[in-house]
C-alpha cells in the first residue's frame, strides 16, 4: 500500500557552510576521488557490490529511509545517519518503481556496508539478493518468513514486523533475528497504523528476543521505548525529516537518537 508520496528534497549544496557537513564531504570527496562511494548515487561500471559486515543483532538507531527518487539526497543522508550513529539501515521506499527500488537499493549497499552497517531491504527477499543488502523486513504482506531464511541462508539479517500481536512474535521468533512492535506512538508515515503497547515490549525481552520498537519514535519518546525494553528503535522521520532536510542535520538527529537508545 502507498504510505506517502514521493518527496523531492531541494538540498544540493549553494554555499560553502552548506558542503560543510560530514556526510556530503564523505560522498562527494568519494565521488572526485572515485572510491567506495563514487558509483553510488550514478550507475557505475562497477558492479562489484562491498560485502555485509558480520550479522549482529540490531541495536540502538535502526534508520528507515523516506520515500524520495533524489538519489544524491538518499546517499548523502544515509550517510549522515551512520555518521550520527545508526547501526543498521533499512532501505523502503513504498512508491518508486521497481527499477528506482533496485538502483537505490544497490547504492545503498555501497553506501552502507562500505562503512561497516547491514543495509536491510524491506518487502522483498528478491530485491534482497539482487541488491546484495545484508538482509530483509518482512511484514504480513511480504514474503514468508521461512521461506525467506531458506532463500537467504543463516547468515542473512531476517525482520518480522509482529505490530500488536505477540502471537506472531512467537510464530517466527526461531527464524527471525528481530521482531518489531508498533506503532508505539503516533506515526506521520503510517497514520492508521494498530497502536502497540510498550508492554509488549516488555515481555519480548524477557523472552530473550532482539526487539525493534517503531511507529512516531523521536527524541521525546525513545526512552519510553528502550525503558520497555527495546533493544533498537526504527526511525524514519526522526531521524530523516521532513523534505529538504539537510544531511547534516540528519546526522544530529541520529547523534540525539543513538544517545538515547544505544544501551552499552
Ligand atoms: C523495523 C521495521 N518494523 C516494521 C516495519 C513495517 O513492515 P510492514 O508492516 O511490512 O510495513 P511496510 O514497512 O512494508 O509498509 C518495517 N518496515 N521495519
Ligand atoms: C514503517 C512503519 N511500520 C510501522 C509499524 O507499526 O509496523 S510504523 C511505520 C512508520 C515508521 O515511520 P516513522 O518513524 O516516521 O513513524
Ligand atoms: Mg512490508
Known amino acids: 500500500m502507498v504510505t506517502s508520496a514521493p518527496k523531492r528534497h531541494r538540498w544540493a549544496p549553494t554555499s560553502g557552510e552548506d558542503v560543510a557537513t560530514n556526510a556530503q564531504e564523505c560522498v562527494l570527496a568519494e565521488e572526485s576521488r572515485g572510491g567506495a562511494a563514487a558509483g553510488d548515487t550514478a550507475a557505475s561500471a562497477d558492479d562489484t557490490l562491498p ?5 549482529v543483532p540490531i541495536r540502538g538507531l535502526y534508520a528507515l529511509t523516506p520515500d524520495t527518487d533524489d538519489d544524491e539526497w538518499l546517499a ?26 533496485l538502483r537505490q537499493a544497490r547504492m545503498l549497499v555501497r553506501v552502507c556496508h562500505s562503512r561497516g552497517v547491514p543495509l536491510i531491504v524491506n518487502d522483498s527477499v528478491d530485491m534482497a539478493i539482487a541488491s546484495g543488502a545484508a538482509g530483509v523486513h518482512l511484514g504480513r504482506d511480504d514474503d514468508n518468513p521461512f521461506e525467506a531464511r531458506r532463500r537467504l541462508g543463516p ?6 514486523s509482529c505490530y500488536d500481536e505477540f502471537e506472531r512474535a512467537e510464530r517466527y521468533a526461531a527464524v527471525a533475528d528481530n521482531l518489531a512492535f508498533g506503532s508505539l506512538f503516533g506515526s506521520s508515515t503510517k497514520p492508521g497504523a494498530v497502536r502497540a503497547p510498550l508492554e509488549l515490549l516488555t515481555r519480548a525481552k524477557a523472552r530473550g528476543w532482539n526487539v525493534v520498537g517503531i511507529g512516531g519514535v523521536d527524541a521525546s519518546n525513545a526512552r519510553r521505548a528502550v525503558e520497555a525494553g527495546a533493544d533498537a528503535v526504527a526511525v524514519i522521520t526522526g531521524v530523516f525529516g521532513g523534505i529538504d532536510r ?16 544505544f544501551r552499552p
Do not use: C, F
Open 51 to 55: 560485502p555485509p559486515p558480520p550479522k
Open 76 to 101: 548523502a543522508a544515509v550517510a549522515a545517519a551512520i555518521a550520527g550513529g545508526a547501526s543498521a539501515v533499512q532501505y523502503r521506499n513504498k512508491t518508486a518503481d521497481a527499477e528506482t527500488r
Open 155 to 160: 547468515d542473512a539479517i531476517i525482520g518480522v
Open 246 to 261: 539537510l544531511p547534516n542535520a540528519v546526522e544530529k538527529s541520529s547523534v540525539q537518537l543513538r544517545g538515547i537508545a
